[in-house]
């Protein structure tokens, strides 16, 4: 029954979190990795550096291979970024197979009206909670 059950569950989890989480653990460092060498080497900005992270994202899940990729790495390829982006694909196509082109246009936003909105939140919360000042030059 019941019992069964969890202890079945309790026996994979076991088993499959030691390699999820080495797998979040080097994709997620990997990530790392290279936007900390995007900063070192180049000029770009730390919120191009965010935006190309979020774009790969998308790219990754419409060509195929972010599937593939978590299945490898787990939570480290769902950051927050990349795991976005994805989502924003994911969405897109769903809403276009099912709305048409209209769907290419409020697919993404659909798909992670969730995660917009705790961010939204938690800014708001930050604001309340912190003292403000002004940034002297």
């Known amino acids: 029954g019941d019992a069964t059950n969890a202890q079945t569950v309790r026996q994979e989890l076991s088993e499959d979190l030691p390699q999820f989480a080495s797998g979040g653990f080097v994709g997620g460092g ?10 070192d080497l180049t000029n770009l900005t ?8 979020v774009c790969t994202g998308v790219l990754l899940y ?14 480290g390829v769902s950051t ?18 099912k709305d048409g082109l209209l769907g ?6 659909t798909a992670t ?5 705790v961010a939204l939140l938690a800014g708001l919360i930050a604001s309340l909670i ?6 002297r030059l």
Request: hydrophobic share 55%; charged share 10%.
């Open 80 to 97: 927050p970024l990349i795991g976005f982006g994805a989502a924003i694909g994911r969405g897109v196509k769903e809403a276009v197979i």
């Open 113 to 117: 009206a969730a995660g917009i909105t």
């Open 62 to 75: 419409a060509i195929g291979v972010y599937e593939p990729l978590f299945n490898i790495f787990g939570a």
């Open 104 to 109: 290419a246009f409020s697919g993404g936003l």
């Open 30 to 39: 990997v990530l790392s990795l290279i936007a900390q060498l995007l900063i």
């Open 46 to 53: 730390p919120a191009r550096i965010l935006v190309t992270y």
């Open 130 to 135: 912190s003292k403000g000042h002004s940034k």
